[in-house]
């Protein structure tokens, strides 16, 4: 079950932008539910995000878009000790908010692009598939998805036994990277439980195993 805190005193609506039709909400849901990853599909989104790296940062670092990221970590219970992973890091819109207050702070991404334009101030910065990634299994605290696709099982298997998931969309359901704070709880293996609240145009939620 995931309870619902209140909105944060920011909270706005997201300008209309990528409804249930658009491709790549539809990719996210796939991707979750259906095992919907391929090496086509992973060049394939290299590349697109290759070709948006440079120009990614100067969009996606506003303020109001990060305040989920910031309330996450006032409101979401998050143990900010030990070690964070990022997946989907891009150019490190969120690892920036993120980077001061966290003990260890690992930035992933597929997109070397991504990850070599715009701010990214993560401790270590790996270029790796999510869906395979380059980590024990149990190895790591937080794991944090910010509009990144869910590969609920590499989350299942790196995190530690009281490990928690941070997911974040920050234009809450017009982002195109979206799913509902419950559908990540049940895309996830096994019991899950967290808490979510909207924040500036977007949500948040945390979830740790039941
Ligand atoms: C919508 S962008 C979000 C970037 C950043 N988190 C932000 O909010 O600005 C999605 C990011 O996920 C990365 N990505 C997509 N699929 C991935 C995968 N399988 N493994 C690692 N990164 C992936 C893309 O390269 C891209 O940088």
């Known amino acids: 079950m995931v309870s619902v805190l209140a909105p944060a005193d920011d ?3 997201p300008t209309s932008f990528a409804g249930p039709d658009h491709p790549i909400r539809k990719a996210t849901r796939q991707i979750a539910f259906d095992g919907g990853w391929s090496r086509e599909r992973a060049v394939k989104v290299g590349e697109l995000f290759d070709s948006l790296s440079g120009e990614w ?3 996606h670092s506003d303020p109001v878009r990060l ?3 910031r309330d996450a970590l006032t409101r979401g219970e998050l143990d900010t000790s030990g070690l964070w992973v990022e997946l989907g890091a891009g150019t490190g819109a969120g690892t920036e908010v993120l980077k001061p ?3 260890t702070l690992l930035a992933m991404d597929l997109s070397w692009g991504m990850l070599n334009n715009g701010a990214n101030v993560a401790t270590s910065k790996v270029q790796a598939d999510s869906s395979a990634l380059p980590l024990e ?3 790591v605290d937080v794991v944090v998805c910010v509009n990144m696709f869910l590969f609920p099982d590499e989350v299942d298997r790196v995190l530690k036994p009281a490990g928690q998931l941070l997911w974040v969309n920050t234009m809450g359901d017009q982002t195109p990277i979206h799913l509902p704070a419950d559908d990540v709880a049940k895309a996830l ?3 899950w439980e967290g808490i979510t609240a909207h924040a500036g145009t977007g949500f948040w939620a945390v979830y740790h195993r039941a």
Do not use: R
Request: aromatic share 0%; no cysteine.
């Open 57 to 59: 940062h100067t969009d």
């Open 101 to 103: 207050q966290v003990d």
């Open 11 to 13: 909270a706005t609506e």
């Open 67 to 69: 305040s989920p990221v």
């Open 189 to 191: 293996p096994g019991e």
């Open 137 to 139: 299994a149990s190895s």
